[in-house]
């Protein structure tokens, strides 16, 4: 299995712009995070699904974050509009049920940076 | 991460071993995790230690594990310049018979000079 992948590596945008990441979670990974990673803040959880179903949503930081899981194998994380204050690390993590001797398996990241 | 705590910085000579200490918060977690994180990648599980073990050794790597005070540890031998990275604790949330959420430390910056 290639692991988690993320893209794009890395996003330049403008403010107000949509913004979409996306995540291809490990084949029969039952959980898909969305975490956010700044200096400020450490690592953030913002939202997780368990077999597609979002379940928590309540760290997302307001409206303009949305995410969806339209099949088992992939995910999108969606900012519109995008601020400058969205800048961060954005990591998509996937799990099996019982975590574990495995716990969760990281992605890459996508690096946002809003101008 | 704000309720699994750990230092935030640690400074090592090369050789020497490392120690970085986390305190957890949930007694009943199953497994706790130490994850490294090198500049530019994602999160990669270094090790991990079942709840009901107080010492686990892989290599290198010595985890300890004290229930009674919530206390975890990773100590690195001979400590090389390639373990510089952040280092994060983790904790199972058993919040569910079925799985558990993991809760993150702040990560501790590990810097080893020669």
């Known amino acids: 299995d290639a692991g988690v992948i993320q893209s794009p590596r890395h996003e330049v945008t403008e403010m107000g712009q949509e913004v979409t990441l996306r995540c291809k979670p490990i084949?029969?990974?039952?959980?898909l995070f969305w975490y956010r990673q700044t200096m400020m803040r450490g690592l953030e959880l913002l939202i997780y699904f368990n077999n597609n179903v979002p379940i928590d949503d309540s760290g997302m930081p307001e409206d303009r974050f949305s995410a969806k899981m339209p099949n088992a194998s992939f995910s999108t994380l969606k900012i519109q509009p995008s601020e400058p204050r969205d800048s961060a690390v954005y990591f998509c993590a996937s799990s099996q049920a019982r975590i574990g001797d495995y716990g969760y398996t990281f992605g890459s990241g996508t690096r946002l940076t809003v101008v | 991460g704000e309720d699994v705590e750990q230092s935030l910085f640690l400074s090592v000579r090369e050789g020497d071993s490392s120690v970085i200490n986390c305190t957890y918060t949930?007694?009943?977690?199953?497994?706790l995790y130490w994850y490294k994180q090198e500049p530019g990648a994602g999160l990669q599980l270094l090790t991990y230690i079942f709840s009901n073990m107080d010492m686990k050794q892989d290599q290198r790597l010595t985890v300890l594990l004290n229930k009674k005070d919530k206390h975890l540890s990773l100590r690195i031998a001979d400590t090389q310049t390639g373990d510089s990275a952040i280092y994060f604790c983790a904790e199972t949330l058993m919040t569910t018979d079925s799985w558990g959420k993991l809760q993150f430390g702040a990560g501790t910056q590990v810097v080893v000079t020669p």
């Open positions: 084949s029969g990974h039952d959980y």
């Open positions: 949930d007694s009943s977690s199953t497994y």
